[in-house]
């Protein structure tokens, strides 16, 4: 599987952006996907994540209410719809897939299977 993110930029406090993570190689709505993302000097962490279906859902505590994710299974994409963005969202953002059905947090946790390139996401004060 080959995942290619983008849509990352530089964005003021407030701003929203959109990103997109197409995937190539597999059926696509065989595996659940995620985004995760590594600030400068912290560990990479999980962000949001999305069932192989795209019933259910899951975000970090810090994002919640503020991003959303989301997959069209027809164009092989997943997206990461982020707004009311903070400083502390400044990050490079990574794509991920699993094998796993990904109906639970748990599905996540464990280790993803494929990874992206990321897409630096920038928010200014």
């Known amino acids: 599987v080959q995942l290619q993110a983008s849509g990352g930029g530089l964005v003021q406090a407030g701003g929203s952006l959109r990103l997109s993570c197409v995937a190539s190689?597999?059926?696509?709505?065989?595996?659940?996907m995620g985004w995760f993302r590594q600030a400068p000097g912290k560990e990479r962490e999980f962000v949001a994540g999305?069932?192989?279906?795209?019933?259910?859902?899951f975000y970090a505590d810090s994002v919640k209410g503020r991003f959303t994710i989301s997959r069209e299974i027809a164009k092989n994409t997943v997206y990461l719809q982020m707004n009311s963005l903070k400083p502390e969202d400044t990050a490079v953002y990574y794509c991920?897939?699993?094998?796993?059905?990904?109906?639970?947090?748990?599905?996540?946790?464990?280790?993803?299977?494929?990874w992206g390139k990321g897409t630096q996401v920038t928010v200014s004060s």
């Open positions: 999305i069932s192989w279906s795209g019933g259910s859902t």
């Open positions: 991920a897939a699993t094998n796993n059905l990904g109906l639970y947090y748990s599905d996540y946790m464990g280790g993803m299977d494929y």
């Open positions: 190689g597999r059926t696509f709505s065989s595996y659940a």
